[in-house]
């Protein structure tokens, strides 16, 4: 999987600064949800790590990757406005809040999507399989081993390394929070103002494209 196949957007016309790369990322996300102290740049940098996962027949330039776990102890945190800022910044965005096991390694094997997990607190408990899927792709060599081929009667293996968001209300498995930079969320307070995600996604709409174009300049993808 080349470049082209990978992005399907252009990287920056210009050399871009990894300083101020972080400050544009972290602007966009101050500017539309109030975050933890150092949250900002924690998700900031995640996702510039996304665009250096490489498939897994090439030379890994790095050889973990964090899932990102947003949690709250409530409703109404801002879970889902970083979940639709990160959505615009990473590469092969998958919002998912409902997805099966075989789904899942199915679609980590053919697309190495980044994989947006929301509602996890709904579903993703009680299914042992699939956090078990989403913890063996932790590292560039993970994988499961399923039925497939011909009328599913061959052993086949399905890589499962690639990026991981996941979004919940409480605490995840122990095994799947050993693997998680964790941000939590908390209620807005009256006297902290942000703008509506919204309003302002359609303002920015071509500075979050410029910045993902941006990102790709900076990260050394093959």
Known sequence: MYQSERFDFDPWDHPVSGDELLSEICFHLNSVVVLPDY???TIAGWIIHTYLIEPTNSAQIINTSPVLSVNSPDRQCGKSTVKQMV?????RPCPTDNIGTASLYRLMERDQPTLLIDEADTFLMSKVEMVGVINSGYRPDGYV????GLNYTEPM????????????IGTL?????SRCINIPMKRKRPEESVSRL???LRQ???QLEDLRRKILRFCPVS
């Open 39 to 41: 949250g900002d740049i």
């Open 87 to 91: 959505s615009r910044l990473v590469p």
């Open 145 to 148: 081993i399923r039925q497939g």
């Open 157 to 168: 293996k399905f890589s499962t390394w690639g990026a991981k968001a996941i979004f919940s």
């Open 173 to 177: 498995p122990p095994t799947l929070y």
């Open 198 to 200: 919204g309003i302002y």
């Open 204 to 206: 920015h709409s071509g």
